[in-house]
């Protein structure tokens, strides 16, 4: 390496050699240590690292390294998402297999992260599309099923005749796929579910141990996610039928205003209800066109409500009155019972609905005037047009009317869950095989578990349409029956490769004896996992998946705590000129580039302290140079002072004036840093700490004391290790230390070295640094005030302008605003 001089390249690569070499991130298990378990959220391996990842990652990595210095047994892993639709599109493009491509980008994917200089304990690295992982991923969906968590049914199912498998209802955007936009169509399929509406309400009640550690917003999400309603459900008949229908309602209160009934289009109900209808064609375009939107699209508040009348009547069941029944594409299927009862006076989008299509509309709750409703009164009040109920509070009403509708047994108070369960099934082959049987004879039986995993066949046809690929390969597809011997089919679907993420995290714990998927023992010891990193995105629907993989596994005896993720950290994204980088648009700035260019500590350095973590960081090209430079300036620090910082009896001696500055300058930044990484997860105040302790090193005069000067560098090389590991590496060596840096206890700061006499104050004009000036401890507000404006350099700054105002914080700056 360059002697005594900064080149990025050349120290990184010795550095990342040297930790490699002597397993420096493999995981301590040190009884007399405590557990920490970081990890951020494994990537898919699409082939390159955008800088979205390196923000994750770097953040990710400043927990680890802190927490290691600070005496923890530190797990950090690192994996890959490796199933999933986007490989399997590539084999179909380029006649690449998909066990090719995705190695091929695990491979290049992992070096990138190496270069970043990830403290990651690469020895338990997994890839959800090894055999040795999705056989039990494979063992886990027995076990659901074993616990009747795992059933199959027909179901309507979002189906994109260009990738040849089902959508989950967010991958339908304005009824089209989202990936390669062809309009997607209703399909009814035999699919395989996850019974999770069995666990909503402990989902629910559990977000309460979450409170603290998530963000606010993210419970919200998941809490609106998972919709818990309380009601009732009352039973109506149906004019000249056997049959009834079942509603599903909040307010039971409001039933004597009920005009008519509304079923999903999907209800089982319909096709007999319009069955010798004459208008029945007319329905059954609607139904078909209605089934080609979204369930976010169709329950958007923007939706126009649309609907047409069935020909039937259902019964009220109070009253006997006729009511008509519509079918309208706000209401679905399984939501409630997918069936509402219309109440316009009381509801905003029945009031809408009814307005449209000339439907009565009945008050039943006194909105305090005589007029003609002209919107949906929403408030409370006494009932009014509700027979007996009269006069009541409605509130009161809801549960007297429920207790009738009881008595007479056709209703009872209920809760429903906006959660439905979880399709799990896939109709593509780049996924876990599901692990069952299909025999004539026995039913659906589970392959035996000596057998797993199911290992996904080599040879199938990309190119055909409408169902699995995994259904051309007849060696695969024909097998017996375990049960009784027979010719038998193998299950063709694949899981959701939500699956996979699910339980990742236990994985890494450890493997165990080969008997289950995870080592009890050591998942108990690691998790819940201490911090977990990740976007956004996976808000809801990975956290809640892995929530409720936990909530099972507990229940099966196979970890003792309930939820997974302790604390969670969910970091903006990345944006150039105010949009998100991505490759659609254009705006994609390498990782790469800048590493080659800068070196990654830069890079690090940077992306930590452009912006707080949960915030949208802009990127910013000056930026990237005044990171390097910083690092630059740190190294120069260190190679013009290697003669005091070489002496290993030289002490420090804060009796002057100058050392004590910089002694509580020292000693405030491992306060702040400790604070800001350790507490807060600040990482840009924790570098801007460090960057004025390097300020404060900088303005120390010469002749004064040396061990002071030495003692505040080797503190600030100790405090940016964790941001810039191979500089602070370098440099920690060239200060002649043998110790290892990543392994050095954290800095304590000394409390009598923050209790000086003197506060230096940052004197500000308009909000800009313009002096700096040394006050008494004890001076007051107006003190200070009145010397500050009173400074040469200030008064020749306010010269021809007015105060307004001046601002005073205690012991930190003044603020002049001027005019």
Same mark, same amino acid.
């Given at each position: 390496m360059s002697e005594h001089r900064y080149v990025p390249s050349e120290v990184e690569a010795k550095w990342q050699e040297k930790w490699e070499a002597s397993n420096a991130h493999d995981t301590t298990h040190d009884p007399n240590k405590p557990f920490y378990y970081c990890l951020e959220q494994f990537p898919y391996p699409s082939g390159r690292l955008h800088m979205g990842h390196v923000r994750v990652y770097s953040i990710g990595d400043v927990v680890a390294r802190f927490k290691k210095m600070h005496g923890h047994n530190v797990l950090h892993p690192m994996g890959w998402d490796a199933f999933g639709m986007p490989a399997e599109n590539f084999a179909i493009q380029h006649g690449v297999h998909p066990n090719v491509s995705t190695h091929d980008n695990i491979a290049f994917m992992r070096n990138q992260q190496k270069q970043l200089g990830l403290s990651y304990d690469w020895s338990r690295e997994l890839a959800t599309c090894d055999p040795d992982y999705y056989k039990w991923t494979q063992w886990i969906f027995q076990l659901f099923y074993e616990r009747g968590l795992a059933y199959k049914k027909k179901a309507a199912v979002n189906w994109c005749p260009e990738c040849s498998t089902v959508l989950a209802n967010e991958q339908v955007i304005d009824g089209e796929c989202w990936r390669c936009d062809s309009e997607v169509v209703k399909k009814d399929l035999e699919q395989w579910f996850f019974k999770i509406t069995d666990y909503a309400d402990r989902l629910l009640t559990d977000l309460e141990q979450l409170q603290g550690g998530w963000p606010e917003r993210v419970i919200t999400m998941q809490r609106n996610w998972i919709g818990k309603s309380t009601g009732a459900e009352i039973t109506y008949g149906i004019h000249g039928r056997d049959e009834t229908l079942t509603v599903f309602t909040t307010r039971p209160d409001t039933l004597y205003g009920v005009s008519y009934v509304v079923l999903a289009p999907e209800n089982e109900l319909v096709q007999k209800l319009i069955e010798g209808y004459a208008g029945a064609a007319e329905v059954q375009a609607f139904i078909d066109s209605v089934r080609k939107a979204s369930e976010i699209e169709r329950t958007s508040t923007d939706t126009e409500k649309v609907g047409i009348f069935t020909g039937s009547y259902a019964v009220h069941p109070l009253t006997g009155e006729k009511l008509p029944i519509w079918i309208a594409n706000y209401v679905l299927p399984d939501y409630g019972t997918g069936c509402v009862m219309g109440v316009p006076a009381h509801d905003e989008r029945d009031f809408e609905f009814a307005t449209k299509y000339q439907l009565p509309i009945v008050p039943v709750i006194d909105p305090? @005037?005589? &007029?003609?409703?002209? %919107?949906?009164? #929403?408030? %409370?009040?006494?009932?009014?047009?509700?027979?007996?109920?009269? /006069?009541?509070?409605? $509130?009161?009403?809801?549960?007297?009317?429920?207790?009738?509708?009881?008595?007479? /047994?056709?209703?009872?108070? #209920? #809760? !429903?869950?906006?959660?439905?369960?979880?399709?799990? !099934?896939? *109709?593509?082959?780049?996924?876990?095989?599901?692990?069952?049987?299909?025999?004539?004879?026995?039913?659906?039986?589970?392959?035996?578990?000596?057998?797993?995993?199911?290992?996904?066949?080599? +040879?199938? &046809?990309? /190119?055909?349409?409408?169902?699995?690929?995994? %259904?051309?390969?007849?060696?695969?597809? +024909?097998? #017996?029956?375990?049960?009784?011997? /027979?010719?038998a089919r193998r299950e063709t679907d694949t899981m959701d490769t939500f699956i996979d993420s699910s339980w990742?995290?236990?994985?890494? $714990?450890?493997?165990?004896?080969? $008997? *289950?998927?995870?080592? $009890?023992?050591?998942?108990?010891?690691?998790?819940?996992? &201490?911090?977990?990193?990740?976007?956004? %995105? @996976?808000?809801?629907? +990975?956290?809640?998946?892995?929530?409720?993989f936990t909530k099972v596994l507990h229940d099966a005896g196979l970890v003792n705590y309930t939820e997974p993720f302790e604390s969670l950290l969910t970091q903006g994204m990345v944006v150039l000129n105010g949009a998100k980088m991505s490759k659609s648009k254009g705006n994609v700035v390498s990782p790469e580039d800048i590493i080659n260019k800068y070196g990654a500590d830069t890079a690090r350095v940077f992306i930590l302290f452009a912006a707080p973590p949960d915030r949208d960081l802009e990127w910013s090209d000056q930026g990237v140079e005044g990171a390097h430079r910083f690092l630059n300036r740190v190294w120069r620090m260190v190679e013009n002072h290697i003669p005091i910082l070489r002496k290993n009896n030289l002490k420090a001696d804060a009796s002057g004036d100058a050392a004590k500055k910089l002694r509580m300058a020292t000693h405030a930044a491992i306060k702040k840093v400790t604070e800001d990484i350790g507490t807060r997860y600040q990482f840009n105040t924790a570098i801007s700490a460090i960057m004025e302790l390097v300020n404060a090193i900088y303005a120390y005069p010469e002749g004064a004391d040396a061990g002071t000067k030495a003692e505040a560098i080797r503190t600030a090389v100790i405090l940016l290790h964790p941001a810039a590991p191979h500089i602070t590496s370098e440099l920690w060596e060239m200060m002649g230390e043998t110790s290892k840096l990543y392994a050095l206890e954290w800095p304590v700061y000394d409390e009598s070295a923050l209790a000086m006499d003197e506060v230096e104050y940052v004197v500000q004009i308009n909000g800009k640094v313009r002096e700096r000036l040394v006050f008494p401890k004890e001076a007051t507000k107006e003190e200070v005030e009145s010397q500050a404006i009173a400074s040469e350099k200030v008064q020749a700054l306010l010269e021809g302008k007015s105060i307004k105002k001046v601002i005073v914080v205690p012991g930190k700056l003044v603020n002049v605003v001027v005019g």
């Open positions: 305090g @005037h005589q &007029d003609a409703l002209t %919107e949906a009164f #929403t408030g %409370e009040g006494r009932l009014i047009n509700s027979a007996e109920f009269n /006069g009541m509070a409605n $509130t009161e009403a809801l549960t007297k009317i429920v207790e009738v509708l009881e008595q007479k /047994g056709i209703g009872k108070a #209920t #809760t !429903s869950f906006r959660l439905r369960d979880w399709l799990i !099934s896939r *109709q593509r082959y780049w996924g876990a095989p599901i692990p069952m049987i299909n025999c004539p004879s026995c039913g659906t039986v589970p392959v035996p578990k000596d057998q797993l995993p199911v290992l996904l066949p080599e +040879h199938v &046809d990309f /190119g055909v349409k409408g169902k699995s690929p995994l %259904e051309t390969n007849d060696e695969f597809v +024909h097998t #017996t029956c375990p049960s009784c011997g /027979g010719a990742y995290y236990l994985r890494y $714990t450890g493997k165990g004896d080969g $008997t *289950q998927p995870f080592d $009890t023992e050591a998942a108990n010891n690691w998790l819940p996992v &201490d911090k977990y990193v990740g976007g956004i %995105e @996976h808000a809801i629907l +990975h956290l809640l998946y892995s929530r409720f």
